[in-house]
């Protein structure tokens, strides 16, 4: 079977109960929601790609643009096949095409916490990632404090490596820990 290249397409993923796929400009309200939770952020970097624009027409623009054509991440709204509602963003980056690599992470708005969501989301993605396209390691970050986050992770088989310093865009370096698949 031929294997899709990584960035050939931005990704419409299905399972029965959630839609990972690309945002449109009437997502922009659900976005901002998001982009404006500090419970969200309180564990990522402080320079996700969202969070760089003002208005959120302007970040869905730019996501499928810029950020898309030049390769540096595919983000994808994640939401609830029932009614469409947004919960959250899915992200594939730092992609290593010479070393058919890609890292992955997930944000959900805080009313999605806890319901299987960002599991079932990463999930998918790696079937994706495994099943349709030329990857072969899947890595991914998280700070050592989110352990809910490093739950998801090892539900879906990853393996812890390590934690280190990273710059997330804090004043101090960050630890996290480091998770391969």
């Excluded at 790609?49 to 302007?58: M, N, R, S």
Aim: glycine share 4%; net charge negative.
């Amino acid at each position: 079977m031929q294997r899709k290249k990584l960035f050939s397409e931005v990704p419409h993923l299905e399972t029965a109960r959630l839609v990972l796929k690309r945002l449109e400009d009437e997502d922009a309200p659900s976005l901002d929601e998001l982009c404006h939770s500090e419970a969200v952020y309180r564990y990522l970097p402080t320079y996700l790609f969202e969070q760089q624009f003002d208005d959120a027409h302007e970040a869905i623009d730019q996501m499928y643009k810029g950020l898309f054509e030049s390769k540096e991440s595919i983000i994808m709204g994640v939401f609830l096949k029932e009614g469409m509602r947004f919960c959250g963003l899915a992200e594939f980056y730092g992609f290593r095409d010479d070393a058919h690599k890609i890292s992955m992470g997930y944000r959900l708005l805080e009313r999605f916490w806890g319901q299987g969501i960002a599991s079932e989301a990463v999930s998918l993605m790696i079937a994706y990632l495994y099943d349709e396209t030329d990857i072969e390691l899947i890595t991914a970050s998280t700070m050592v404090e989110n352990r809910a986050s490093a739950k998801v992770l090892e539900k879906n088989d990853f393996i812890y490596t390590t934690t280190a310093d990273e710059d997330w865009g804090y004043d101090h370096p960050t630890l996290a820990d480091k998770w391969f698949r």
